[in-house]
């Protein structure tokens, strides 16, 4: 199904592909686009963050470049679009694995993928290429409606909900009935967190060990957070004591709970990169600005540099407590923070009164409940 790409920051890959000389070209292809020109989007697949973006020439469709064979990648290949247009053509981003030698056909947005272990695999798994047809098909039909007729948008939905699960049911059964399999590894990377957990247990050494090994461990690890933040989050209601932290403060003091004990609190994780955060702003000024007699808002920043924090705060001039966090998951692990913004109501004994995920206009009734 085609998904949303998220394009890395640009950055050279002279050294890295092809056109450059040096390791021998092992992604090749004749791909079916209306320009000279490439674009590939490769990302680290083990969790080193090393992500690249540059342009390979085509010839009649033709390219050929080097991957680098050191580690795993997730990679896209795109049309590049007319200078001040939008990129409308690019494929799924596919697997390379170390020691891959890989070749690519047809359309970006339906390209066959070849000549590796793994994607021939995939290429000879039926089921699972009438199941990810559907699929694909549904979501078509959904693209053509959503704007226009949410009622049988929902409807395809709802279809396309159940065309997954289909899908979830077959890897997880693949898994378990091949657990010596390459594709078994592959598929443990796409299952939902519970049952990618549960068959990461049955892979056989061979696979787990392999070349896919940092893909998997990276996988798992983030599989077992999730179930973990999920965890946690559940654990957000009313009643609850929430878990203590020391976050530094705009002056460079370090603040804790007992910083807010005997008014009420409110905690909200956000950052500036949030658009839905940003959007909840003047709500939240003008809550804070009825109730902070008797509420203190502590907003919690995360996945900012400091620099970019203090910015946001000036910019949008955040009269309350303003604590940093930046890329550090132990809180919002802790928290159960799922999605941004999430906020997190709490009394003067540092309980849980109503955790709000997403900028929900029930917590702003419920202010008014508690202090009017």
Do not use: H
């Amino acid at each position: 199904m085609k998904t949303r790409i998220i394009l890395p920051a640009a950055a050279g890959l002279c050294a890295l592909l092809a056109g450059c000389g040096g390791p021998k070209n092992n992604l090749s292809g004749k791909v079916d686009i209306g320009t000279d020109t490439l674009l590939v989007y490769v990302w680290d697949a083990e969790g080193a963050g090393t992500d690249y973006a540059d342009t390979i020439a085509v010839t009649d469709g033709l390219f050929s470049m080097t991957v680098p064979d050191t580690a795993a990648f997730y990679i896209t290949l795109a049309e590049k679009p007319a200078p001040g247009g939008r990129m409308t053509s690019y494929s799924d981003r596919f697997l390379f694995l170390p020691g891959d030698a890989m070749y690519v056909e047809g359309p970006l947005d339906e390209l066959k993928i070849s000549g590796t272990e793994l994607y021939d695999a995939l290429e000879g798994t039926a089921e699972y290429k009438r199941l990810d047809a559907a699929l694909d098909s549904l979501y078509g039909e959904w693209r053509a409606v959503y704007n226009e007729d949410k009622e049988k948008a929902d409807s395809i939905r709802a279809l396309m909900d159940e065309a997954d699960k289909a899908i979830d049911t077959f890897m997880y059964e693949y898994v378990k009935a091949n657990p010596d399999n390459l594709l078994s590894g592959f598929f443990t990377t796409r299952l939902p967190e519970k049952e990618s957990v549960e068959v990461w247990e049955l892979l056989s050494d061979n696979v787990r060990n392999g070349k896919m090994k940092g893909v998997l461990d990276v996988s798992i690890e983030r599989s077992r957070q999730m179930l973990v933040i999920e965890e946690n989050w559940n654990k957000m209601k009313p009643g609850y004591e929430v878990p203590d932290f020391r976050l530094k403060n705009l002056d460079g003091e370090y603040m804790t709970l007992d910083s807010f004990k005997g008014k009420y609190a409110l905690i909200d994780f956000w950052g500036t990169w949030c658009g839905w955060c940003i959007k909840g702003i003047p709500d939240m000024k003008a809550a804070y600005g009825k109730y902070k007699d008797r509420l203190e808002i502590v907003g919690i920043d995360c996945r900012d540099s400091e620099e970019k924090w203090r910015e946001g705060v000036e910019k949008y001039e955040l009269p309350w407590t303003n604590l940093y966090n930046g890329d550090s998951d132990e809180i919002t692990v802790a928290y159960g923070v799922q999605g941004y913004p999430c906020k997190i109501l709490i009394d003067p004994e540092s309980k849980v009164v109503e955790a709000f995920l997403g900028e929900d206009p029930a917590l702003y009734k419920k202010l008014d409940e508690l202090f009017r």
